[in-house]
Every structure is written in structure tokens, then in C-alpha cells.
């Protein structure tokens, strides 16, 4: 018997849910920046030097963070897409249009914090192996997604249109994830996965994880500001809205 | 902790440019994209404010 049900549908409303992310947004930028500050400690002054890359390795510690958040945030940003084609629910698509920036500069910087790895380590900026490849249509998957947004006036078919697109190239994702299996890459292997323990020391690991907690605090944080700015964009002749900026 | 002097923290071992060009990088972007939000919101209130002073003027 539970009594105290929450109204989730209640923050369905772009109204509620801007009043509720601007409660919300502070804290997870709080949180973001404790665990940055932590995860950069750990990252320089209490993670070894690795055997074989000497400091180097170090840039693992933006680039599997940034990496995986480009594909989580894709994930993420087709099912509100998806969820709002199927229920015809206009803060879905202001969640999708909110994700899609965060995303592509997830996706650039691992493109970038990848190729500054890839130089001392393999001898080379930029390969077209599986992974690197994957990775890129990812950026241009989001590029596409923030074009076509942008060439539709009307916001409500943009978020039909851009639906489509996002939860089409969902396919790359799981592409992007098993690359490194399915063909013979440059790039290595995953250094942590479900099935296996990790294969390097437990600080490092400590280190990365908190690297990836961090950029998703920080990945919600911007979402939750950014969907303010698209609410108060595109509901502005709405009395609330009149009555918010006054 | 590895490092002797604040000199050795900076040359990465010789890695410096690709450590401190990755974490560089990422550092800038996310400062540019909390920026970008800010001054976003500005305009758009700035905006919203001045369309809401000009419909009341009009009735």
C-alpha cells in the first residue's frame, strides 16, 4: 500500500519540469565538481606511472570518459526521441535537442584526446580502423541530428524528424562498442568489461570510473540547463512563461 | 606520488603536448559550453522581456 505515489506524468508538463530541473541543476553540478576534483587527484598524484606507456597513459583518463559518454548520450537522447514519437509528449524531444550538443562534444573529444594518444603511442593522428571510424560517423550522426533540428521551423516536426534520425543511427552505437571484437583494430581492447576483471592497477580503474561519474554529472547538469533554455524558447507565448520573466 | 619537482609534474615524462593537450582541450570545451549556456539564457530572457514590453505597449 503505498499512498505517496508520484505524479511522474506531473513533470511530463515542460512547465513543471522547468521549475523541477532548475531545483535539480545546482546539485549535480556540485556533484560534478567534487568528483572532477577528485577524479584529477587521483589521475595525477595518486595513479602510477604505467609500465608500458609511461605518463602517457595518463590521457586515458579524459578519453574513456569522454568516449563513453558520446555513446551513453546517444543512447539516451534516441530513447527520449523515441519515447516521444510514440507518445507524442513534448518535453521528449526538448530532452533529445537539449542532449545532442553535449554529445557531439563528447564525441570531438574523443576523436581529439584519441588522436593525441594515438600519436606517441602508434606513430599516427588518425587511422581508418573500426573504432576511429564508428567514432566519427557517431560526431556526424549528432552534426546531422543538430542540422536537421535546425532546418525545420516548426519545432514540434523538427522532433518528429530528428526522432527518426536519432533512433536509425542507434545501430552505430553497439558498432562503435564491439569494434574492437569484431575486427582486427589498432585500437586496443576494452580495458574494463562486465564479463572479466580489469586488466590494470585498481587506482587507475578508481581513477577512470570517477572520471565517468564525473562527466555524467557534469552531461546532466548542461542537459537540465540547456532543456530550460529550449522550454522557455519554445513555450514564450504561454502565460507562465510571461509570467516567469517578468 | 611520482613526481620530484613541479617541473618533472609538467613534462609528463615527455608526454607533456598530448597530456596536457588532451586535458587542456577538454577543459576548454567545457568552459566554452557552460559559457555558451549562459550567455544563451541572457539573450533569451533579454528577448523574451523586451517581445513581452512591446505586447503590452501595443494593447
Given amino acids: 500500500m503505498n499512498k505517496r505515489v508520484i505524479h511522474w506524468f506531473k513533470f511530463a508538463s515542460p512547465q513543471n519540469f522547468y521549475v523541477l530541473a532548475g531545483r535539480m541543476w545546482p546539485w549535480f553540478a556540485i556533484l560534478a565538481t567534487l568528483l572532477t576534483v577528485i577524479g584529477l587527484w587521483i589521475a595525477f598524484f595518486v595513479a602510477p606511472t604505467d609500465a608500458q606507456q609511461g605518463e602517457g597513459y595518463r590521457i586515458i583518463f579524459v578519453h574513456v570518459p569522454a568516449s563513453q559518454m558520446s555513446m551513453f548520450i546517444y543512447l539516451v537522447m534516441a530513447a527520449w526521441a523515441g519515447f516521444g514519437l510514440a507518445f507524442n509528449t513534448r518535453l521528449s524531444g526538448m530532452m533529445a535537442s537539449a542532449l545532442a550538443p553535449t554529445g557531439a562534444l563528447f564525441a570531438f573529444l574523443s576523436l581529439v584526446t584519441g588522436s593525441l594518444w594515438g600519436k606517441p603511442m602508434w606513430g599516427t593522428w588518425w587511422v581508418w580502423d573500426a573504432r576511429l571510424t564508428s567514432e566519427l560517423i557517431l560526431l556526424f550522426l549528432y552534426l546531422g541530428f543538430l542540422a536537421l533540428q535546425a532546418s525545420i521551423d516548426d519545432p514540434r516536426r523538427a522532433d518528429k524528424a530528428c526522432a527518426v534520425l536519432a533512433l536509425v543511427g542507434v545501430v552505430n552505437v553497439p558498432i562503435i562498442y564491439f569494434s574492437v571484437k569484431w575486427w582486427n583494430t589498432l585500437h586496443q581492447g576494452a580495458s574494463v568489461s562486465l564479463t572479466k576483471s580489469p586488466t590494470m592497477a585498481s587506482t587507475m580503474l578508481w581513477g577512470m570510473l570517477i572520471m565517468v561519474l564525473a562527466c555524467w554529472m557534469y552531461a546532466i547538469t548542461i542537459a537540465l540547463l540547456r532543456v530550460r533554455n529550449i522550454i522557455l524558447d519554445r513555450e514564450r507565448h504561454t502565460e507562465w512563461v510571461k509570467h516567469a520573466v517578468e | ?59
Fill in chain 2, 1 to 59: 606520488m611520482q613526481w620530484n619537482s613541479v617541473s618533472e609534474f609538467f613534462a609528463m615524462g615527455g608526454y607533456a603536448f598530448y597530456v596536457w593537450g588532451s586535458f587542456g582541450s577538454t577543459a576548454l570545451m567545457v568552459v566554452a559550453e557552460v559559457l555558451l549556456l549562459r550567455s544563451q539564457r541572457k539573450e533569451l530572457l533579454k528577448h523574451l522581456r523586451n517581445e513581452l514590453l512591446s505586447e503590452r505597449a501595443s494593447l
